[in-house]
């Protein structure tokens, strides 16, 4: 969203696809917005099912072969109707990669969570190819919270987070709490993660602060303490701004949303991507990580005082993602390599 309003700023036209129940609020924006195919939405992620992280990788790469043909028919169709000047492509919709490859169009891919660390998953992934043809592929990361070194290829343009939420302010229920806040973040597309929040409400109950956990997509067994909230959906932002701590399942938006406010943070992956953000919140030293199958009271607790004592981290990674420049580097990164 960030880039797409800079863009629009700047007086590019933009045609989206995007998720049916996202096209209203797209329009509203000045988006010239249309469903994706009814078919893709139907292939939900299904990795939470297995019982292996092995396992969980598999039903992920199922799903997303799955949708492949799908995509790639939308891709095609939305650049054989608009006609655009260049094409940005979502990096998991591996089929519009593939036919983005196949354009005589400028095109490139916009990666809103981390590269693999092991070796050969983009060829598992099946998209190594038309990643590397890709003429820009935008990464909402720096190289300080990246660690690998110098080896990205060229066409790799990091910008830091482009973090968007819909405008909001603190829930009225939090305004009268003075204890400092920890925010408990679930996944928004279910993984069965809802243990998360019910272990940090036992974990942090008598602390001295006031645990504020969303569940956009978990459920949760009844009976929350006098010293927490709980919410299906809230802007993360207003509570961040007081919060101590937060606690996420490495979802590397909402992760790299409190650390860019300088928020230290307790990851505990569930399994896809969360696995490799948790692993570079603690070498930034911006953090903890806590596996969520040694996920107990006693052991979140502990990392949870950990994290909080790794604020002058948080605060470094903060000032870095600031300099990134964000959704204005990714757009001078589309106009120099795309529409120059």
Request: charged share 25%; net charge neutral.
């Amino acid at each position: 969203m960030p880039i797409l309003d800079e863009l629009r700023r700047r007086g590019h036209a933009i045609a989206l696809r995007t998720l049916a129940g996202e096209v209203g609020a797209m329009r509203s924006r000045g988006f010239d917005a249309e469903p994706i195919s009814r078919e893709v939405e139907a292939l939900p992620m299904e990795d939470w099912r297995a019982r292996t992280a092995t396992g969980a990788q598999l039903r992920a790469l199922s799903t997303i072969r799955a949708r492949a043909p799908h995509d790639s028919r939308d891709l095609l169709r939305a650049l054989e109707s608009e006609r655009p000047d260049a094409a940005l492509v979502d990096v998991l919709a591996s089929g519009a990669l593939d036919a983005a490859a196949s354009w005589n169009g400028p095109w490139g891919c916009y990666r809103p969570f981390p590269l693999p660390s092991r070796p050969g998953a983009l060829q598992l992934l099946g998209i190594a190819r038309p990643l590397s043809a890709a003429a820009l592929h935008l990464y909402t990361t720096i190289a300080l919270f990246e660690h690998r070194g110098d080896d990205l290829p060229p066409n790799v343009v990091m910008v830091g987070p482009c973090s968007w939420e819909p405008p909001g302010d603190l829930p009225g229920e939090l305004v009268e709490v003075r204890e400092p806040l920890v925010l408990v973040t679930t996944s928004s597309e279910f993984q069965d993660d809802g243990s998360l929040v019910e272990v940090a409400l036992e974990a942090l109950a008598g602390e001295p602060f006031h645990v504020v956990a969303t569940v956009p997509a978990a459920t949760l067994a009844p009976g929350v303490p006098t010293d927490a909230t709980v919410l299906s959906f809230v802007p993360h932002t207003p509570i961040l701004r007081r919060a101590a701590c937060a606690i996420t399942h490495g979802g590397m938006g909402v992760t790299q949303k409190a650390l860019s406010l300088g928020v230290p943070v307790c990851a505990v992956p569930f399994g896809r991507d969360q696995l490799e953000v948790a692993r570079r919140v603690e070498l930034a030293a911006a953090g903890s990580r806590l596996p969520a199958r040694r996920l107990k009271p006693t052991r979140l607790r502990a990392k949870v005082r950990e994290a909080i004592a790794c604020r002058p981290g948080a605060e470094r990674i903060a000032r870095a993602f600031a300099a990134a420049g964000g959704a204005a580097a990714a757009a001078d990164a589309v106009e120099r390599r795309l529409l120059g």
